[in-house]
């Protein structure tokens, strides 16, 4: 049964800014640490005759390296030839790749004789399923084209499947422990699944669980991955990642296989809010912004709202909150203000604090980006 089926309130969509906020997320985001330095060693030209006054110049063997279908849990390993096709000695400067998905055996600064040759090598581990191309930057002292690019391409094969993909608790009547749910299957034979583990805002009260939901005997597993949430979280928008993690049987052995989730959910109780969570979305530098959203009591009554306060937010913003009628039933939020001029996030809360003796503080979240 999930979170949807077991709430008596209806189920929200997730918004984009709201997935966004995970603190984990899934495919090449991932951290990778720094590649073993490894290269072959530069060969030397051989007796071609060059101009004495020839610039160096970078060429590839094979530019576009295409691996074809790759299962998610299986890495791949290219050797790409790096020729100094000019009549001075080429400097290979950085070898940069533009992923996590993509690590780099090549020992830089290295510098490559006229008409010589070097290697790099580029390990793929895949992140996610599908049509992916990567690229990996190579710089160097080739005047006519310092930046050069190398570009990977794969249709990665999921190991696993779910459903959800990801987990929208909807809104949630704070207080009230709530049961989400996401059905994994395995898509190749072998597979075991051993471990969950939550992070985000919501871990501190999310208990996560797998369940064997056909016969084991079978080869293709079916499990369900519970995740209860217990009656402590606080009022607002809430998040989290959940990694499940396992292993496949292969003919070198087990390797490890994963799935990504977010989580999100909006915790209500005796106050309710159109939104609990304001979406800025994507803003220019300098954009004005003005949001807004409701309050109210759940039963109908007045409520008064107290105060207002930003906390931890990116400057340049201010929360105003106001009746809407007279007898003050229900308040408006307005969050008003100008979008940093620089690049970079935008986000943080308004704390408000009410009459309401079971939700005497409701905080409501904003976030955005700006490019």
Known sequence: MNAAARSNHPRLVPTLVGIMLVSSLVGCD?????PAASSSVPTAPDSTTVSADAA????FDEPVIDFGRVPDHETRTARVVVRNAGGRPLTVQKVVPTCGCTTVGFKTPMTIPAGGESTITLDFDPKGSGKQEKYVQVVSNDPGKPTSTVTIRADVIATLTAEPRFLALGRVTAGAPVVGSIEVSAAEDGCTLRNARITGDL??????????????TEARGVWRVDVNIGPAVPWGWHTASMVVDGTIETAEGPRPIKMNFAINGSFEGSVIADETLLGLLTMTPGQR????????????????CLSTTIVDGTPGLEAVVE?????RTRWRLRLRGTAPRTPGSVRGTVVITTDDPANPVVAIRYAGVVR
């Open 323 to 327: 009746p809407l009628d007279a007898e």
């Open 289 to 304: 912004i003005d949001r807004e959203t409701t309050l109210q009591r759940a039963d109908g009554r007045p409520l008064a």
């Open 56 to 59: 160096p110049r970078l060429e």
């Open 30 to 34: 991932d951290s990778t640490t720094p």
């Open 203 to 216: 871990a501190p009260h999310a208990t996560p669980s797998i369940t064997r939901l056909n016969d084991p």
